[in-house]
């Protein structure tokens, strides 16, 4: 008597994957929001011109909106999202200069994000 064998796995496999790229895709805006969600709200470093900048370690203030505007969300494949700015200054206010302390916004918002990714990943490997 013959017997035919047929592999779930192919279907699995692709299924685990498109469950996995809406995972990444959401954790990458998540992070985008708690970025620009945290250069809102009042801020304790010097005031400028009436411009209240940020205290050493907040997110950057809002003077001028372009490095809040210019946080994109970047997919590169269906698993990896890249979550970033193209102004020349985001990584002078992300880490800091020998001049001006660090006013981090995308590192913590990643923090912020790992939680949640993590569970949702678990509970798709499940």
């Known amino acids: 008597m013959p017997v ?7 279907q699995l496999v692709d299924s685990l994957q498109q469950k ?3 995972v990444v895709r959401k954790t990458a805006f998540d992070i985008q929001a708690s970025a620009v969600t945290s250069m809102a709200g009042p801020k304790s470093g010097h ?5 209240q900048a940020a205290g050493p ?3 950057p203030a809002v003077d001028t909106g372009v490095l809040r505007g210019s946080i994109q969300v970047e997919q590169k494949t269906p698993l ?9 200054y985001a ?14 916004f995308l590192l913590p918002a990643v923090e912020k994000a790992r939680p949640g990714f993590q569970a949702a990943m678990s509970k798709i490997a499940g």
């Open 91 to 104: 990584a002078f206010q992300e880490f800091g200069t020998t001049e001006m302390p660090a006013h981090p």
């Open 80 to 88: 990896t999202c890249v979550v970033g700015t193209n102004t020349e």
């Open 20 to 22: 996995a790229a809406a």
């Open 47 to 51: 005031v400028y011109g009436g411009h």
């Open 57 to 59: 370690g907040e997110p």
């Open 4 to 10: 035919k064998l047929t592999s779930k796995i192919p």
